[in-house]
């Protein structure tokens, strides 16, 4: 992790996140658990995952960059056989991909290949960027995974913004639009939070007042009149006063989203119960939906003039280690949570880096580091996670992502 540090104005107040944190003897917890709460197949994924991030491969991707129209890709390989440059998107697991569908065909051992950055698939112009890359041998009924899989390392930038210097220490959790917002000069804040969720703002099919916006080729509507007067409002108060604000993004079950048809897009298959879902990144459709959202973000609050008021940081769903009530996708085993965790940090960061390559990404967590925060939560620990985010950024590149207690 090249910069992992505690936004610690989030300590201060939290206010529709929040929870009571009981803290917990982590082996205690699982001492009380006879049997394992898994099911044999992510079991075995988890079991496959791990052997992957362990592995030493002695083929190599060392560099992808995401350019204006095209992508580059330079790796080198070894061994006899056919060899080929495999495309791993966010809706493909690398563990599951027997044969890998999008493939280039590789004849000099160190290669650097530059490929069209848009492809149209199924209906979707899909944008590469959000593509992980990784060199395959050609196999008869599976092709053998020979290197560690590649996020992009370099993303073309549109624009360049300036970062947001701090200012003092202190800070101020979930600002919202009220009376008192003229608050944020009394108190000398430098910095703050705002929950951002995109199912309370988001549509498949206009309504009145909405704004379309376009992305992969689809079109999607985003309520004007929500934005204007939750988002905007203490967004531009903060821009007035140079105040840094990181926005807590979170996807809400379908049952509760402003659309039903959206959020049953975004809503993880294995979602169970909880307050908010980990979005579905397990098909093409729902990956360019949950993308959209950050295009259309990054683009209204990542903007020169900010005039609709600025986001410099993004804060990647709440408390993860409380997956349970916080981001649920079922009761998985931890490398199985955190290799979709990561997956949504990461289309967050590709597509907001194109618009302000100052910002950076948070993962969330509660204070809680080694010992579980609530007795409900006894699947894993911050520290657990945070651990596992390392093993992936070594493992597959690095990206500017932190910690975020809250």
Same mark, same amino acid.
């Given at each position: 992790?090249?910069?992992?540090?505690?936004?610690?104005?989030?300590?201060?107040?939290?206010?529709?996140?929040?929870?009571?944190?009981?803290?917990?003897?982590?082996?205690?917890?699982?001492?009380?658990?006879?049997?394992?709460?898994?099911?044999?197949?992510?079991?075995?994924?988890?079991?496959?995952?791990?052997?992957?991030?362990?592995?030493?491969?002695?083929?190599?991707?060392?560099?992808?960059?995401?350019?204006?129209?095209?992508?580059?890709?330079?790796?080198?390989?070894?061994?006899?056989?056919? #060899?080929?440059?495999?495309?791993?998107?966010?809706?493909?697991?690398? !563990?599951?991909?027997?044969?890998?569908?999008?493939?280039?065909?590789?004849? %000099?051992?160190?290669?650097?290949?530059?490929?069209?950055?848009?492809?149209?698939?199924?209906?979707?112009?899909?944008?590469?960027?959000?593509?992980?890359?990784?060199? &395959?041998?050609?196999?008869?009924?599976?092709? =053998?995974?020979?290197?560690?899989?590649? =996020?992009?390392?370099?993303?073309?930038?549109?624009?360049?913004?300036?970062?947001?210097?701090? *200012?003092?220490?202190?800070?101020?959790?979930?600002?919202?639009?009220?009376? +008192?917002?003229?608050?944020?000069?009394?108190?000398?804040?430098?910095?703050?939070?705002?929950?951002?969720?995109?199912?309370? #703002?988001?549509?498949?099919?206009?309504?009145?007042?909405?704004?379309?916006?376009?992305?992969?080729?689809?079109?999607?509507?985003?309520?004007?009149?929500?934005?204007?007067?939750?988002?905007?409002?203490?967004?531009?108060?903060?821009?007035?006063?140079?105040?840094?604000?990181?926005?807590?993004?979170?996807?809400?079950?379908?049952?509760?989203?402003?659309?039903?048809?959206?959020?049953?897009?975004?809503?993880?298959?294995?979602?169970?119960?909880?307050? &908010?879902?980990?979005?579905?990144?397990?098909?093409?459709?729902?990956?360019?939906?949950?993308?959209?959202?950050? %295009?259309?973000?990054?683009?209204? &609050?990542?903007?020169?003039?900010?005039?609709?008021?600025? !986001?410099?940081?993004?804060?990647?769903?709440?408390?993860?280690?409380?997956?349970?009530?916080?981001?649920?996708?079922?009761?998985?085993?931890? *490398?199985?949570? *955190?290799?979709?965790?990561?997956?949504?940090?990461?289309?967050? +960061?590709?597509?907001?880096?194109? +618009?302000?390559?100052?910002?950076?990404?948070?993962?969330?967590?509660?204070?809680?580091?080694?010992?579980?925060?609530?007795?409900?939560?006894?699947?894993?620990?911050?520290?657990? !996670? !945070?651990?596992?985010?390392?093993? &992936?950024?070594?493992?597959?590149?690095?990206?500017?992502?932190?910690?975020?207690?809250?």
């Amino acid at each position: 992790m090249r910069k992992a540090y505690i936004e610690s104005f989030i300590i201060l107040l939290f206010l529709s996140c929040c929870s009571f944190i009981v803290s917990s003897c982590h082996e205690e917890e699982k001492e009380e658990i006879s049997d394992s709460p898994f099911d044999e197949e992510d079991i075995q994924h988890e079991q496959d995952l791990n052997a992957y991030l362990g592995k030493t491969y002695s083929c190599k991707i060392s560099q992808v960059s995401a350019m204006e129209s095209s992508v580059r890709i330079i790796g080198e390989y070894t061994g006899e056989g056919k #060899f080929f440059l495999g495309e791993i998107p966010p809706y493909l697991d690398i !563990i599951d991909v027997q044969k890998a569908p999008y493939k280039v065909k590789q004849t %000099d051992s160190s290669f650097e290949i530059e490929l069209e950055r848009y492809v149209e698939r199924d209906g979707t112009l899909y944008d590469r960027l959000l593509s992980k890359w990784a060199i &395959y041998k050609e196999g008869v009924e599976r092709d =053998q995974l020979v290197s560690h899989a590649h =996020q992009v390392d370099e993303i073309h930038a549109f624009q360049n913004l300036p970062a947001i210097k701090l *200012t003092s220490k202190k800070g101020l959790g979930g600002i919202i639009p009220n009376k +008192y917002i003229s608050d944020f000069s009394a108190l000398d804040i430098s910095s703050a939070t705002i929950n951002v969720c995109i199912t309370q #703002f988001m549509h498949l099919t206009p309504r009145a007042g909405d704004i379309a916006h376009t992305y992969g080729g689809r079109t999607y509507y985003m309520d004007e009149g929500y934005l204007k007067s939750l988002l905007d409002v203490p967004l531009l108060e903060a821009a007035k006063r140079n105040i840094a604000v990181a926005a807590i993004i979170l996807v809400e079950p379908a049952a509760k989203c402003a659309d039903p048809d959206l959020g049953a897009l975004l809503q993880h298959p294995d979602y169970e119960r909880g307050v &908010y879902t980990m979005p579905n990144m397990t098909t093409l459709e729902s990956v360019n939906c949950y993308a959209a959202a950050f %295009d259309f973000l990054a683009k209204r &609050y990542c903007t020169p003039d900010n005039r609709y008021g600025r !986001i410099a940081h993004w804060i990647m769903h709440n408390e993860v280690d409380g997956c349970i009530d916080w981001t649920n996708m079922g009761i998985k085993p931890l *490398t199985v949570f *955190t290799d979709t965790y990561i997956k949504s940090m990461r289309i967050c +960061y590709n597509i907001v880096r194109q +618009y302000d390559k100052q910002a950076e990404v948070l993962g969330s967590f509660t204070h809680s580091w080694t010992q579980i925060a609530n007795v409900g939560w006894w699947l894993y620990t911050s520290k657990e !996670i !945070i651990d596992l985010l390392n093993v &992936y950024s070594r493992v597959e590149g690095d990206f500017q992502w932190g910690v975020s207690l809250s």
